[in-house]
Structure formats: C-alpha cells, structure tokens
C-alpha cells in the first residue's frame, strides 16, 4: 500500500513540473536531472520492497492469485543422504536442509557436552553421597559435641579437686619437713643411745654365757680337781677333768686335802715302781699310773696351765719320813706358745713359797729336755748325763725324774734330787707335783696348813 502510496505522489509530482515549465533550456536540464533521480530512486525502493515481502511471505497484491505450498518435512536419508530433509515447494523448486550427524564440529562438541553432562551428573552423585555422609558427620559431631561438654564439665570439677589436692600437698610437706628436722635433731641421741643399748646388750650377753658355762663346768666338765673340789668332791682320788674341748677329757689324781685341797697331780714318786728314764713322746703324752707313779704328760699340764694362773706345789719326803714342801705362785708349761711342743714346753715359774728352799725358779724359761731331745744349754744332753728328764739348763737344781735311787747316792745328782733340801747326792723316797688355781687375793693373806 506505501509503494503503491508513493507512485501515486511520484506521479502526481511529475504532472505539476510538466504543466509549470514554459521554456528555458537550463529549466530543461535541471528537470531532467530530476526525473532521472527520481527515477532511480523509485526503483530501488521498489525492489527493496519486493525483497522484504518476499522473505516475509507477504503476498503481493499482484500475486494475490498464487497460494504457497507447506513446507514437507522429511527423514528419508536414502532420498538425500541427509539426515533431516525439509522440502518446501515454491515455484516448483524443493528446498532440502542438511543436517549431518557427522559433522566433526558439532560432534566433538557433543562429546564435549556428554563428558561434560556426565561430570555434573558424578559430582551430583558423589554430592549427594557426601551429603548423606555429612549428614551422618553431623550427627556424630553433635555427640560428640554433648561428650566434650560432659567432659570439660569434669576437667573443670577435676580442675577444683586438683587444687584443693595442691593445698593439702603443701600443707603435707610442711609436715614431713617440719617432722625430718625433729628426726634429724633427736637421730644423734638417738643412735648414741643405740650404741650404748648395743654395748650393754653384747656385755649381758656374754655375762649369760659366762655364767651358763661356769655353772655348766663344775656340775658336768670340770676343768680340773679345783672345780671337782668346788662342786663337792672332797675325796682323794682320779677323776676324770676336762680342760679342752676334747668331750672324753683325761684321768687325773686330785689331792683334796693338802693345804684345802683342789690340787690335781701332774707327777709323782714313791717307790721307783716306773722308769722314768724315757724319751720325748712319753714325757709329752705322759706315763705311769694315776694312783702310782706318773708323769701326767707334758701336753696335759699345758692344758691344764696355760690359763696363767695356776700355782704348783711340791710335796717331799725322804726315807727319814722328814716333809718338805716348795709352793711357786706362778706355773706354766707352754703359755706363750703357738706349738708348745715344737717350741719344747718351756717352763715360767715363779713365786716361791715353802720349807724345802727353791730348787727351782733357775729353771724357768728352759726347754724341756729328754734324752733324746737336747734342747738345754749344756754342750752335753743333760737329761742322758743325769739320767732323767727336765727343763735343764746347764744342767740343773732339781732332778725329780732322776733315777729312783733311794735316799743317799755316790754318784752326782743322777737321782730323784731337790739340792735345796737334800743336796745333789740324795734320792728322795716321795715327790709331788701338782696344780691349782691361783686363790684370790683375799685368801692369800690366810694360813696354810703345813703338811
Ligand atoms: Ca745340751
């Protein structure tokens, strides 16, 4: 209608310049100019017009007669080798589209697209699961959150209990200290008080033993007559005493009535009923019987001496019934000495008291000599030149294991000799020997009788 509008005014103005226009050459050109312009003008608008109606299916007025057939759509690829045919016939001309499956452009784009939808659809997924989990997480967290409250509610009563504990701590450790420094203070008292319970309880201890063994000994295991003595025994006679350890002891004669008695005999002569003319194992072990005469061994009177504090007196008598005695307050054979006999029982005597004078204390610190065994300090062997046994020293003052040879002799002090009573040249008919304990102090100062 507009085109149709505008030719009409075309023409109308076109019309108005040709009646107008009388003469003129330059008029002329000038309108030609203008027709020409106008006819060009004209033209283009006409076919952009057609061209617009065209592409939007307007029908023309013109063509108002001709009716358009609808588009037919097919999907026979075997007709085209397409996938998608769309046949629209204008003009008798169909009008096929394309579409190819194997584009590689919009192939690859939809693998693209598929990878692409396949990852959404994962992560959907797994987001999903993870949710379900979280949702799980979340359910524990919450537990877990109430058991974290419970337990700094606990750490917390926890931490009040500790510090009423702390305190108490403290207030302990005062006290230990306080109690150490008493204990340190009061531990050199007592220790020293310990020591000295120490001591007197080892002293009563072996005042018990003491007094067990004393009481023990004289009853059962008498040391000697002395103890026989003490425990009642009043009789002369043997008995058997006990100086060592040796449970089986050894038999001796005890003179209880000499001088009170208690005297145990370690020698003696009376008749020359025994030879006395022997060797060193005999004098050392002894010879003789206990009711005659005998030596009662040197290894016994060690025995029975080394305590240090025996006495020995000498009985004598000669064929005149004349009596004489020697009392030393100290004897002893082999006090001093680890071995007695290697070391030859040497004698310690000493103290004399007594009527027959002392024949003896220039013996003491001699060895015993027998004849076979010189240990005296003559160059000759004492004991073979006199025909005895003694602790000779070059050679001697007594001789009372000489020979029995019954009161007055022509040879020289080879007999049973005390040179203090009766010379060198006189057997005595009776000797003697025997031991006791030394008495105390206080009965010293007593008489004694004289036998
Ligand atoms: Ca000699």
């Not at 990852?119 to 987001?127: D, R, V």
């Not at 009853?219 to 009789?235: H, M, W, Y």
């Not at 020293?393 to 000799?417: F, I, M, P, W």
Request: hydrophobic share 35%.
């Amino acid at each position: 209608m507009m085109l149709n509008d505008r030719w009409t005014i075309m023409n109308n103005s076109s019309s108005e310049l040709g009646s107008k226009q009388p003469i003129r050459c330059k008029r002329c050109c000038c309108v030609l100019s203008w027709v020409v312009a106008v006819t060009t003008s004209v033209s283009v608008i006409t076919a952009a017009v057609f061209l617009f109606v065209y592409l939007n299916e307007y029908r023309l007025p013109l063509t108002n007669s001709h009716r358009l057939s609808p588009s037919v759509i097919s999907t026979s690829p075997s007709v085209s080798g397409a996938l998608v045919t769309v046949s629209r016939v204008a003009e008798g001309e169909p009008i096929s589209i394309f579409l190819d499956p194997n584009c590689p452009i919009l192939s690859e784009h939809f693998l693209k697209w598929e990878e692409l939808q396949r990852s959404l659809l994962h992560i959907l997924t797994n987001h999903n699961a993870e949710d379900s989990r979280d949702s799980g997480l979340v359910e524990q967290l919450k537990v877990l959150a109430g058991h974290a409250h419970n337990l700094n509610r606990e750490a917390d009563s926890l931490k009040r209990g500790q510090v009423v504990l702390q305190r108490q701590l403290e207030e302990m450790q005062s006290e230990q200290s306080r109690v150490i420094q008493m204990l340190s203070e009061d531990r050199s008292s007592v220790m020293e008080l310990s020591h000295s319970l120490q001591r007197e309880t080892e002293s009563l201890r072996r005042v018990q033993s003491e007094l067990n063994q004393d009481k023990r000994i004289p009853a059962n295991r008498p040391k000697d007559c002395s103890d026989l003595l003490a425990s009642g025994v009043s009789q002369d006679g043997v008995y058997s005493v006990f100086p060592t350890h040796d449970p089986n002891g050894f038999m001796v004669y005890c003179d209880m009535s000499t001088d009170g008695g208690g005297w145990t005999v370690i020698q003696r002569r009376q008749d020359g009923s025994v030879n006395f003319f022997r060797g060193w194992e005999a004098y050392r072990d002894g010879f003789g019987v206990t009711t005659g005469e005998h030596w009662l061994g040197l290894n016994r009177i060690f025995f029975l001496t080394r305590s240090g504090s025996m006495e020995l007196r000498i009985d004598m008598a000669d064929f005149d019934n004349s009596t004489a005695f020697a009392l030393y307050s100290d004897f002893s054979v082999g006090r001093d000495s680890v071995n007695p006999e290697e070391d030859g029982f040497p004698l310690i005597v000493d103290g004399f008291s007594g009527t027959a004078g002392d024949s003896f204390m220039k013996h003491s610190g001699m060895r015993f000599t027998t004849k076979d065994r010189d240990q005296d300090q003559s160059e000759n062997n004492c004991a073979s030149y006199y025909q005895g046994a003694w602790w000779y020293r070059n050679c001697h003052t007594s001789n009372l294991n000489g020979q029995y040879l019954k009161g007055g002799h022509a040879s020289y002090a080879d007999g049973v000799e005390w040179s203090s009573w009766t010379g060198w040249q006189y057997s005595l008919r009776f000797t003697e020997m025997k031991v006791r304990p030394r008495p105390r102090p206080s009965n010293q100062s007593q008489p004694r009788p004289l036998s």
